[in-house]
């Protein structure tokens, strides 16, 4: 193993911040071309087919959640076996991971598809929104084989400490997806259904890229097709910490849905304008998880080496730099709200829905992002279920009896622009009051 890739050893601060760093012009590169995708339905078809993009994105990532978290788990071993320079076991969860990754994409192509008109009625997507939405929800997964793959590989990577190839694929998979719009949608004329397309094509093509170079590498992580097997112990390890992280996804996406729901009633035009606010929100919260996602492999790897104050230090300091973040991205967002919505629709009332939505929840960004540090620290230290705990009470059932009780009787789309900023203060809270308590000498994976 390179130690240039190990987190346990050198300056804290620099290692966070390349490592971090990375991730974050990854996920502004992944976000660029999610929000393309956006841009280029809503000017080119319209404020329809803009909603139906929008209302199918909180549907999407309820349903991946679980599989990506499984990823998320995977990583969690695999940092703990290298930062303990464990080379066997670092191979074997290598191969169970990836063998658990193409089953879960098969699972997930035909729920997808077979579940997407049901789930959209559920939903209360209306009826001129739903045709545009049943489709594009259905190609995007029957690219879920590529979708899976690419966070499973980038996923192994991180895990490993390399931040820096995972960017270098997105990047080019940013720009193919991007450029696949245009062609189909603005070029060739295609429907909503394109923008799907291109998304699958290019997570396809990066995942390809990342298998590449996880099959050639010299290291205890490569991939060998010989191998690719699910060992049931460590499978069994995986899911223990990969199924609570995926939980954790599906239910904060769980009550989204359910918010969405409720959104969708007030019609397409704050559909529309609160699904742009949606996609520029991503960009903000990009600090937040590339963080969120280096304190895990951080924790990781260190509890591995036995290295417990480094562990607090690098804490300490991913906080900083992200109440920091989050306090300026958040000016910045009241400042420029309807001029960056206005990108997506130019029609008032979508504008309108969108700056409304942003003058309150960006107040509030810091208290997000303290929870998703604490959440992180909490996985990389082995304790998923206590993370998932906390998010399903404060941010599930908590979101849920709010707009449920109160969303018939208030009718107000302020109900959901306050639930937000309401429950990240629960978190926040909560989650204070655990990292208080912990004994990082007594967590173990």
Known sequence: MDNKELLTEG???RKLILFALNIFLGNLFQQLYNTADSVIVGNF??????????SSGNLIFLTVGLFVGISMGAGVVISNFVGAKAK?????????????????????TIVGITCAPL???????????????????RIYFAGSFGFVMYNTFMGILRAAG??????????????LNIVLDIVFIAGLGFGVGAAALATAISQLFSALL???????????YKIEFRKIKLDRLMTR??????????LQNSVMSLSNVVIQSYINTFGEFAMAGIGAYGKIEGFIFIPITSFSMAITTFVGQNLGAQEYDRIKKGIRFGLLCVTTSSLVLGAIMMISAPTLISLFDSHPEVIAFGTERAHIVSMFFALCGFTHIMAAVLRGS?????????????????????????GPIVNSLMLTHWTYPATWLMSAVTFFVIYKRMDLTKAHI
Request: glycine share 4%; net charge positive.
């Open 11 to 13: 300056s804290i601060r």
């Open 45 to 54: 078809l319209g404020h329809n087919a803009l909603a139906a993009v929008s």
């Open 88 to 108: 066997e076991q670092v191979s074997l969860a290598v191969h169970s991971t990836i063998a658990l990754g193409i089953l879960s994409s098969a699972i997930l």
């Open 119 to 137: 789930v959209l009625r559920l939903m209360n997507t209306p009826e001129s929104v739903l045709p545009n939405s049943i489709t594009y929800f």
């Open 162 to 175: 390399d931040s820096k190839h995972p960017l270098y694929y997105l990047i080019v998979s940013s720009i």
């Open 210 to 220: 990342a298998f590449n170079r996880l099959h050639k590498i010299d290291a205890d």
């Open 237 to 246: 390890k995986i899911i223990q910490y990969g199924v609570p992280s995926g």
């Open 382 to 406: 082995g304790k998923p279920s206590t993370a998932l705990m906390v998010f399903l009470v404060c941010w599930c059932v908590m979101r849920i009896v709010i707009i449920t009780v109160l």
